[in-house]
């Protein structure tokens, strides 16, 4: 028996009356440094309390560099830029406490999330410690952070996918009982360090373990921001005019990170190492996620990928020889293997995602900070997703996110029927952007 008018139109109300499950593929939490101490290993306590007090000072010269108008010699402070500042170091209201963050994200209407550490280092990893810190001190910092982002995953019951901290991979022995470690605590995946510039790159046999430990467990591999790395200036270069690089000089580390990013240079290095150096040959349930690093770059790189696929290229010999070595396809990879962490996805990265491939791409609100949706995710989902079918919008909301992490979605769909936002809310188009500072509204 055929439809009626009536009843298609019937149909269309209800699926745009219908909620969307919606996951952000990119949020951070940490545990106030209070708390942060008394999973830190005792013997690194005092260094801890002295290390705090030079990380505030040094948060304090930061806020005063980064929300003073005109200039930091100056008093006048800009309140838009200090509570910019402010939130991202801090985070917002909920930002430590289960309840409270899981009330933010369902503001949002957030049902589960992808967490990572944050970047202040005050609130998240113990000394700010980084990959590349293979002291004892570094590397139990990492490990407090673990345990305590496993315990803080178990209190949201199976709405958070905590990232495990572990340092450079060569030191192939310890990451591996790290990742036995973060399984156990429940974490689903760790955040991927950067290729050591001295040391053999990640197809080499040496990093084997790794692999099948992830594989083991099901665990992820993550690349946040400009984690994947080299980095793109040399310390020398790096020096401010004064030869001391001061934070604010143009040159200093941070500011070039924070003006540059990732730009996509580490990230593809970490493409084609995993498929042409046979990684997933070997591991084929492996996986990798780059968040926060845009989307604008991505189309691109995977034509790239496919270059010694191509006719064109196919008589240069370099490139026969890495086509002769692959057993599929490099789109088999890509769709199999890749995936992207669309951190406040902007209007002029929708008309990207058939290229990078619908069921590739997963939204995230890079809660709490401030160049994030929140608290205005609403209007960002509207202004960069009205007009998407909502067949496409489905998979990159949230069940691509559901199929990379493992969340459960039965369970996540009980919640969105009563907080996330439906069909036609998202295909109404915003006529004002909000007083906002996040990248959504670029």
Known sequence: MSSTPDDQSQGSMLARSSRYVVISADTHCGAPHEVMRTYLDERFRDDFDSWLVTAQERREQMFRIFATNPDPAGDELDERRLERFESFFTGLKGY?????????????????????????????????????????????????????????????????????????????????????????????????????????????????????????????????????????????????PGGDGEVGDPFHAASLKSALGDGGVGSRRMMFTFVYGGIFDRFPTLRIAFTEAFLEWVPFERIKLSAPFSELWYNNWSLRQLRNQLERHPDDYWEDHFFFGASFMAPRETPLRHNIGVGQIMWGSDYPHAE???????????????????????????????????????????????????????????????????????
């Open 96 to 240: 430590s406490d289960p309840d409270k963050w899981l009330s933010a994200q369902e503001a949002d209407g957030i049902v589960a999330s992808a967490i990572y550490p944050t970047g202040s280092g005050l609130d998240g990893v113990p000394f700010a410690a980084k990959p590349s810190d293979d002291d004892e001190r570094g590397i139990a910092a990492m490990r407090a952070y673990n345990r305590w982002l496993g315990e803080f995953c178990s209190s949201i019951q199976g709405r958070g996918a905590g990232l495990a901290a572990v340092p450079m991979l060569h030191h192939v022995e310890l990451v591996t009982e790290m990742i036995h470690e973060a399984a156990g605590f429940g974490l689903r995946g760790i955040m991927l360090p950067n290729m050591a510039p001295d040391q053999p790159a990640f197809n080499h046999p040496m990093y084997e373990p790794v692999w099948a430990a992830c594989e083991e467990h099901g665990l992820t591999l993550n690349i946040h921001g400009g984690t994947a790395g080299p980095e793109m200036f040399t310390a020398t270069q790096m020096q401010g």
């Open 372 to 442: 994030g949706t929140h608290p205005h995710t609403l209007e960002s989902l509207r202004n960069t997703f009205a007009g998407v079918p909502a067949d496409e919008l489905r998979l990159m909301l949230g069940e691509n996110a559901a199929r990379f992490y493992g969340f459960d979605l039965a369970q996540l769909r009980a919640i969105a029927d009563r907080v996330g936002p439906t069909v036609a809310m998202i295909d109404d188009p915003i006529v004002e952007l909000p007083d906002s500072l996040s990248y959504a509204f670029r």
